[in-house]
């Protein structure tokens, strides 16, 4: 029974955002710079899947260590060159994330309860879901084909 319900609300979903126009703010990147905001998004996606598992084994050190790689220290490589094309707010919810990732890892050490450091992470998704809510990437680069052509007549 879960899983038609399951089904039945995924197709009520799907159909739901079919039909809406994507009002989300555009960004709009370089192919350089949405390299790098993607990239750093699945490293994020990554390490709080290695978290939540890490959980499940009880490894609150292995915890730590996940989440202390996704805290401000990652937040410093190589974002100057977005901070001029990325607006404050999409700026400030990122930088909050990773003040989250460096407070789930302090608590992770020192409260070592797994039930807190869930808790923490599911407010840190839900910061990572109203961003992706708000925002969409669009490059700014032409693709090869609308390259003009150009021609030598010699």
Same mark, same amino acid.
């Given at each position: 029974?879960?899983?038609?319900?399951?089904?039945?609300?995924?197709?009520?979903?799907?159909?739901?955002?079919? =039909?809406?126009? &994507?009002?989300?703010?555009?960004?709009? #990147?370089?192919?350089? =710079?949405?390299?790098?905001?993607?990239?750093?998004?699945?490293?994020?996606? #990554?390490?709080?899947?290695?978290?939540?598992? !890490?959980?499940?084994?009880? &490894?609150?050190? !292995?915890? *730590?260590?996940?989440?202390?790689?996704?805290?401000?220290?990652? !937040?410093?490589?190589?974002?100057?060159?977005?901070?001029?094309?990325? @607006?404050?707010?999409?700026?400030?919810?990122?930088?909050?994330?990773?003040?989250?990732?460096?407070?789930?890892?302090? /608590?992770?050490?020192?409260?070592?309860?797994?039930?807190?450091?869930?808790? =923490?992470?599911?407010?840190?998704? =839900?910061?990572?879901? !109203?961003?992706?809510?708000?925002?969409?990437?669009?490059?700014?680069?032409?693709?090869?084909? *609308?390259? @003009?052509?150009?021609? /030598?007549?010699?």
């Amino acid at each position: 029974m879960k899983k038609l319900a399951f089904a039945a609300l995924a197709i009520v979903a799907t159909a739901t955002f079919a =039909q809406d126009i &994507d009002e989300r703010k555009i960004l709009s #990147l370089n192919e350089m =710079q949405r390299h790098h905001i993607l990239t750093e998004m699945r490293a994020l996606l #990554l390490g709080t899947q290695q978290i939540l598992q !890490a959980i499940t084994e009880d &490894d609150m050190l !292995a915890v *730590a260590r996940h989440a202390r790689m996704l805290g401000t220290e990652m !937040a410093h490589s190589g974002e100057n060159h977005l901070r001029s094309v990325l @607006p404050k707010d999409f700026m400030q919810l990122g930088i909050s994330v990773h003040k989250s990732f460096d407070q789930i890892a302090a /608590d992770a050490e020192t409260l070592k309860d797994t039930k807190h450091t869930l808790a =923490q992470l599911s407010m840190t998704l =839900q910061t990572c879901v !109203a961003c992706h809510a708000a925002y969409q990437i669009r490059t700014t680069d032409l693709p090869a084909e *609308a390259q @003009p052509v150009h021609h /030598d007549h010699h």
